[in-house]
């Protein structure tokens, strides 16, 4: 993997190189499941999915009541098929739907694609607010990352993430994520996590500090490799055909 990594084939990484590699092999990834994801909907193979299509290969037991009477958490299904049913007319741009590639790529990964970031806030106000007021509050914040057990002390994690609501996230200082906030948190204008998350690995490993990393600072430090975007978080170290890349 150094190797293909090695672009210009000097024996060294450097962060430049590994941000062109992770983006390629999270597009990778990303086409791969959508492929996955067409071979088992697109039913009249017309390399396209239609809404109906979608429907009946994922809600199937939500149409024949009496086939299905015993499935548990059905109205959860029902919630989960309206919110997957405005995801896809979302992605779906010239509302016959039906979805593209293009756009069943957007349906299944929206927060690819500008024009589903709507979508994404929206969703992630409907995981995280547990109130109903469509606002996300510290408390409701920090619950869907840590849940406390018994009185135990609380980590010094959720305190940094504590701050980290209270410093950044909450730009007006109304106790309260907004619409906006929120879109700021998961889609910032500043950065570019996958860039980030490159430099960070060459900061890491690099001992020298000479801004580049030979092969074996790689290996030395395996165990931060194998946990990040760079090897599809350990998957690709097992995959077949890897050299065919």
């Known amino acids: 993997m150094f190797d293909k990594i090695d672009s210009n084939n000097d024996t060294y990484v450097t962060a430049a190189e590994l941000l062109v590699w992770m983006k390629f092999v999270h597009g990778r990834f990303v086409s791969e499941a959508v492929d996955k994801q067409m071979a088992m909907t697109d039913k009249n193979r017309d390399h396209t999915v239609s809404w109906e299509e979608y429907y009946n290969h994922t809600y199937s037991h939500l149409i024949d009541e009496e086939a299905f009477y015993d499935v548990p958490d059905k109205e959860r299904y029902r919630q989960m098929m309206k919110r997957d049913e405005r995801r896809f007319k979302q992605a779906d741009k010239d509302g016959d739907l039906i979805c593209t590639r ?100 060459v900061y890491e490993s690099d001992k020298d500090r000479d801004e580049k990393l030979t092969k074996k600072e790689i290996l030395d430090n395996w165990n931060m490799f194998v946990g990040s975007q760079a090897t599809n978080y350990g998957e690709d170290l097992t995959r077949r055909g890897m050299m065919n890349f």
Do not use: C
């Open 102 to 201: 293009e756009e069943f790529t957007a349906f299944l990964h929206p927060e690819e694609f500008d024009y589903m970031r709507d979508i994404v806030v929206t969703e992630t106000i409907e995981d995280i607010d547990k109130n109903g007021d469509m606002l996300v509050d510290v408390n409701e914040y920090l619950a869907d990352m840590y849940t406390p057990e018994n009185d135990e002390p609380e980590p010094e994690w959720v305190k940094t993430e504590r701050l980290q609501f209270s410093d950044h996230r909450d730009l007006n200082k109304d106790g309260k994520l907004d619409r906006s906030e929120i879109a700021h948190w998961i889609h910032p204008h500043e950065y570019d996590h996958t860039d980030l998350e490159a430099k960070h690995l």
